[in-house]
Each structure stands twice: as structure tokens, then as C-alpha cells.
């Protein structure tokens, strides 16, 4: 698993799909979740483009992107529900799928540590 943004955000690539989530470092500096802005399937960004906007009690964060990609999926149910994010934010608290650009796709999970 790889972080990102000063250890706030955590990336896995499998298959050139990238899974994105919080750290529980970015949770201890939101605090509480109160709401969350999810991005849109089939969305393009660029690395560092905001992928979402997470309202917490001690501060509000973006979610930037670790690389440039597709957003292929959204965990939806974070839409309803915060509990996930803040009780597993590695497994069950996924934010987003990215599809990562061809030349950056591969078989093999990354285990190196960018910033």
C-alpha cells in the first residue's frame, strides 16, 4: 500500500486499478465525518486534481488524486453511511477506483512509498 499527501491518503494498483482511501492520520485531523462529496463515474483527473470534499468536525479535507486516471467506481455506500470510512478506511473505506493510464497498468500490487 503506497500514501500520499503527507501520509493522508492511501493508494493500492492492482491490474492498473487504483483504490484510493483515507488514512487513519487524514481521519484524526477531520475528526467526526459529517458529509461527504463523492466523485462521478467516468470522471478524467490528473494527478492532484480534488477527487472529493470530506466535511469532518475539526476541518474539512479534499481527497487529491495520486496519479491521473478514470474514475471506474465509487464506494457509494460512504454516501449514506460514514462508519466504514472511519471504522476500516484500509479495507472497507475505500473512496474510489481509478483507472490508471496504460503505460502505469500492471499485474502487480505497488508496494513503493511516493509523497
Given at each position: 500500500?503506497?500514501?500520499?499527501?503527507?501520509?493522508?491518503?492511501?493508494?493500492?494498483?492492482?491490474?492498473?486499478v487504483v483504490t484510493v482511501g483515507l488514512t487513519e492520520k487524514a481521519l484524526?485531523?477531520?475528526?467526526?465525518?459529517?458529509?461527504?462529496?463523492?466523485?462521478?463515474?467516468?470522471?478524467?483527473?490528473?494527478?492532484?486534481?480534488?477527487?472529493?470534499?470530506?466535511?469532518?468536525?475539526?476541518?474539512?479535507?479534499?481527497?487529491?488524486?495520486?496519479?491521473?486516471?478514470?474514475?471506474?467506481?465509487?464506494?457509494?455506500?460512504?454516501?449514506?453511511?460514514?462508519?466504514?470510512?472511519?471504522?476500516?478506511?484500509?479495507?472497507?473505506?475505500?473512496?474510489?477506483?481509478?483507472?490508471?493510464?496504460?503505460?502505469?497498468?500492471?499485474?502487480?500490487?505497488?508496494?513503493?512509498?511516493?509523497?
Amino acid at each position: 500500500m503506497n500514501e500520499y499527501d503527507e501520509g493522508r491518503i492511501w493508494f493500492k494498483k492492482k491490474g492498473g486499478v487504483v483504490t484510493v482511501g483515507l488514512t487513519e492520520k487524514a481521519l484524526e485531523e477531520i475528526g467526526a465525518v459529517q458529509a461527504i462529496q463523492l466523485p462521478v463515474e467516468g470522471d478524467e483527473v490528473s494527478q492532484d486534481d480534488v477527487l472529493c470534499e470530506i466535511e469532518g468536525s475539526k476541518q474539512n479535507f479534499e481527497v487529491v488524486a495520486p496519479l491521473d486516471g478514470s474514475v471506474v467506481s465509487v464506494n457509494e455506500a460512504l454516501s449514506e453511511d460514514f462508519e466504514s470510512l472511519q471504522g476500516d478506511p484500509l479495507d472497507e473505506g475505500w473512496i474510489l477506483r481509478l483507472q490508471a493510464p496504460r503505460g502505469d497498468a500492471d499485474d502487480s500490487d505497488s508496494e513503493s512509498e511516493e509523497e
